[in-house]
């Protein structure tokens, strides 16, 4: 084996320790790899092994491919058809199921991220199905924070949720209050203040 020269101070006393790090991709779960480090036993400089870059890489293609599966299976499982989703966003027949079957090609990057951000709001395909008019955009958005907010409550049965919304000449007034049940109430009325003796 040809001799490992140190960068720093020309040693030869170079040694080559492997350890394992950790990837992850959104959607796309994570996974270890080892990597090299040339550690210098004379002046302690440690660097990067340069086959790591090709390894990481390697590594994080495979899990943007498996990210890119997982988003489209589950959307499927949602009920959104690799053709529906198509149709919606004005993709070229097949492009998605492209995507998702040809194991030897890779989904550019911009891909990804249209997916990953329809699987984290997939209500955007409804959005898109209506042409992204605005109006329309708009109501489906506050039906789905709508929801959102009865699973927080489900989520949180310990708080209370109450919310209204109040019209005055100048100002609309809307608004959503979160409480922990256990917190006595503050009612002001007047120049008194009452704690409800709960
Ligand atoms: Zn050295």
């Given at each position: 084996?040809?001799?490992?020269?140190?960068?720093?101070?020309?040693k030869?006393a170079?040694?080559?320790e492997?350890?394992?790090?950790?990837?992850?991709?959104?959607?796309?779960?994570s996974s270890?790899v080892?990597i090299k480090?040339?550690?210098?036993?004379?002046?302690?400089?440690?660097?990067?092994?340069d086959?790591?870059d090709?390894?990481?890489?390697?590594?994080?293609?495979?899990?943007?491919?498996?990210?890119?599966?997982?988003?489209?299976?589950?959307?499927?499982?949602?009920?959104?058809?690799?053709?529906s989703?198509?149709?919606a966003?004005g993709?070229?027949?097949?492009t998605i199921a492209?995507?998702k079957?040809?194991?030897?090609?890779?989904?550019?990057?911009?891909?990804i991220?249209?997916?990953?951000?329809?699987?984290?709001?997939?209500?955007?395909?409804a959005?898109?199905?209506?042409?992204?008019?605005?109006?329309?955009?708009?109501?489906?958005?506050?039906?789905?924070a709508?929801k959102?907010?009865?699973k927080?409550?489900?989520?949180?049965?310990?708080?209370?949720?109450?919310?209204?919304?109040?019209?005055?000449?100048?100002h609309?007034?809307?608004?959503?209050?979160?409480s922990?049940?256990?917190?006595?109430?503050?009612v002001?009325?007047?120049?008194?203040?009452f704690?409800?003796?709960?």
């Amino acid at each position: 084996m040809e001799k490992v020269i140190c960068t720093y101070c020309g040693k030869d006393a170079v040694s080559i320790e492997e350890h394992e790090i950790e990837l992850s991709e959104p959607y796309g779960g994570s996974s270890t790899v080892k990597i090299k480090e040339k550690v210098c036993s004379h002046c302690g400089f440690v660097e990067d092994d340069d086959s790591n870059d090709l390894v990481i890489q390697k590594e994080l293609s495979m899990l943007k491919r498996i990210s890119m599966v997982k988003v489209l299976d589950e959307l499927n499982a949602m009920g959104h058809t690799t053709a529906s989703m198509e149709r919606a966003l004005g993709l070229p027949a097949r492009t998605i199921a492209r995507w998702k079957n040809e194991r030897s090609m890779s989904p550019s990057a911009s891909a990804i991220a249209l997916m990953r951000i329809i699987r984290t709001y997939p209500w955007v395909l409804a959005v898109a199905d209506m042409q992204f008019d605005h109006v329309a955009a708009r109501k489906i958005l506050l039906q789905h924070a709508a929801k959102e907010l009865v699973k927080i409550r489900a989520e949180h049965p310990e708080y209370t949720v109450t919310s209204s919304a109040q019209k005055s000449e100048n100002h609309l007034e809307l608004f959503i209050k979160v409480s922990k049940e256990s917190i006595p109430e503050t009612v002001s009325s007047g120049n008194y203040v009452f704690e409800s003796l709960r």
